[in-house]
């Protein structure tokens, strides 16, 4: 078993009814796949440091627990889908947290002194890049799919020219066809005349004898 800080962002126009609601459906998806809840901390809403779907600001809930590595993934994914949360992150701790009751929230005045608080702040503002990295693989999905196109693309017209040449051939062989049937037609009239030329010229001599 391993320990892990979970951040997540809820929807802003949440009533605290209904985000209560979302932070139960969170614990419940953590202790069904074995995982124990160490500490819930509500940060309230806060300014975000870029727009997610379209939202200046999100509720923040900083989440201990202590769970097996394995169900990591599966618990990412299941996040990764609910509409309700807006950002998502995960960290493995080395070792135990030293928790207390006081919210660690860094806007607070009463917040307990927490020795990786800039290293949270630090991970926080290096969340964009993972929303970079999200884009990129679209545009690259993008551009391989564009390429795919270009490709059958080019194989279609090779395929089209391919067919015109075979077209040219056939009618090639056609001409060829009905030049040397012509041909042997005509043959076949020289001969016909010249059978009959022959036949007039023996008549004519058998007259003259």
Not at 19 to 44: C, F, M, P, Q, Y
Not at 84 to 92: D, K, N
Request: a negative charge; proline letters at 3%; aromatic letters at 6%.
């Amino acid at each position: 078993m391993r320990y892990y800080e979970m951040l997540f962002i809820v929807h802003p126009n949440y009533e605290q009814e209904r985000l209560d609601a979302v932070i139960s459906s969170i614990h419940k998806e953590i202790t069904a796949k074995g995982g124990t809840l160490l500490k819930t901390d509500n940060w309230g809403k806060r300014k975000l440091a870029y727009l997610i779907n379209k939202q200046r600001y999100g509720s923040f809930i900083l989440l201990y627990f202590e769970t097996d590595p394995a169900m990591i993934q599966g618990l990412q994914e299941w996040m990764e889908i609910q509409a309700q949360v807006l950002h998502q992150m995960i960290i493995r701790l080395e070792e135990k947290p030293e928790l207390s009751e006081v919210s660690e929230n860094p806007d607070s005045a009463s917040s307990a002194p927490y020795k990786k608080a800039d290293r949270r702040e630090e991970r926080y503002v290096k969340a964009p890049v993972k929303e970079v990295k999200k884009e990129t693989v679209v545009k690259e999905a993008v551009i391989a799919k564009e390429a795919v196109i270009a490709k059958e693309a080019v194989a279609k017209e090779a395929v089209a020219k391919e067919a015109v040449v075979e077209e040219a051939v056939v009618e090639e062989a056609v001409v060829a066809k009905e030049a040397v049937v012509e041909e042997a037609v005509v043959e076949e009239e020289v001969a016909v005349v010249a059978e009959e030329d022959l036949v007039v010229e023996k008549t004519t001599e058998e007259k003259g004898e």
